[in-house]
T-cell receptor
Framework: AQTVTQSQPEMSVQEAETVTLSCTYDTSENNYYLFWYKQPPSRQMILVIRQEAYKQQNATENRFSVNFQKAAKSFSLKISDSQLGDTAMYFC????????????FGGGTRLMVKP | GAGVSQSPSNKVTEKGKDVELRCDPISGHTALYWYRQSLGQGLEFLIYFQGNSAPDKSGLPSDRFSAERTGGSVSTLTIQRTQQEDSAVYLCASSLGGTSLRKETQYFGPGTRLLVL
């Protein structure tokens, strides 16, 4: 079974600054996938960034990047130049072909970007 | 093309009634998932369909919950004899299906908020 832990229930950041959201996971699989999703008040779950465990290079999508530490089983999300529209719940998730493909989610981090 | 769509957006029902929630996946996606998001339990997996294979029902919380997927596309989640603890947001997701990061990535619908009075 996979488990995902997000240790920060809430965070805040000033507009234009950088913030890092933490995520740790546990799995017995050799290959697995890691994701960050954003859920604004509209409720729509939006994919932010994704990473395959076999790839050591950290994924980057515009202002969003990850710090993937496989040995430590850590997958943190860095948001640069924070914008008001980044205010949302952020969920870290993992999946694996050998574990049924379904996503296992962390408890979420509520991020508030302040003007 | 269009994203995942779900209907209804909101549903209010009385305890003991049956409800049906609908999900239209992204065209061409062979894998479809249902999740439940509630305050107390966070995001939980319910059921997974992949092509014509038997669904993975390991996440269904009780036999009051069932789901089907007709023609490999639209899916309906049915909750019989609803209870107040069934109140939650029900999210549907789809993916291409396969064994790569791209094919495994799930895309979500806007969800159905169910309130059982």
């Amino acid at each position: 079974a996979q488990t995902v832990t997000q240790s920060q229930p809430e965070m805040s950041v000033q507009e234009a600054e950088t913030v890092t959201l933490s995520c740790t996971y546990d799995t017995s699989e050799n290959n697995y996938y890691l994701f960050w999703y954003k859920q604004p008040p509209s409720r729509q779950m939006i994919l932010v960034i994704r990473q395959e465990a076999y790839k050591q290079q950290n994924a980057t999508e515009n202002r969003f990047s990850v710090n993937f530490q496989k040995a430590a089983k850590s997958f943190s999300l860095k948001i640069s130049d924070s914008q008001l529209g980044d205010t949302a719940m952020y969920f870290c998730a993992s999946s694996s072909n050998n574990a049924g493909n379904m996503l296992t989610f962390g408890g979420g981090t509520r991020l508030m970007v302040k003007p | 093309g269009a994203g995942v769509s779900q209907s209804p957006s909101n549903k209010v029902t009385e305890k003991g009634k049956d409800v049906e929630l609908r999900c239209d996946p992204i065209s061409g996606h062979t894998a479809l998932y249902w999740y439940r998001q509630s305050l107390g339990q966070g995001l939980e997996f319910l059921i997974y369909f992949q092509g014509n294979s038997a669904p993975d029902k390991s996440g269904l919380p009780s036999d009051r919950f069932s789901a089907e997927r007709t023609g490999g596309s639209v899916s309906t989640l049915t909750i019989q004899r609803t209870q107040q603890e069934d109140s939650a947001v029900y999210l549907c997701a789809s993916s291409l299906g396969g064994t790569s990061l791209r094919k495994e990535t799930q895309y979500f619908g806007p969800g159905t908020r169910l309130l059982v009075l």
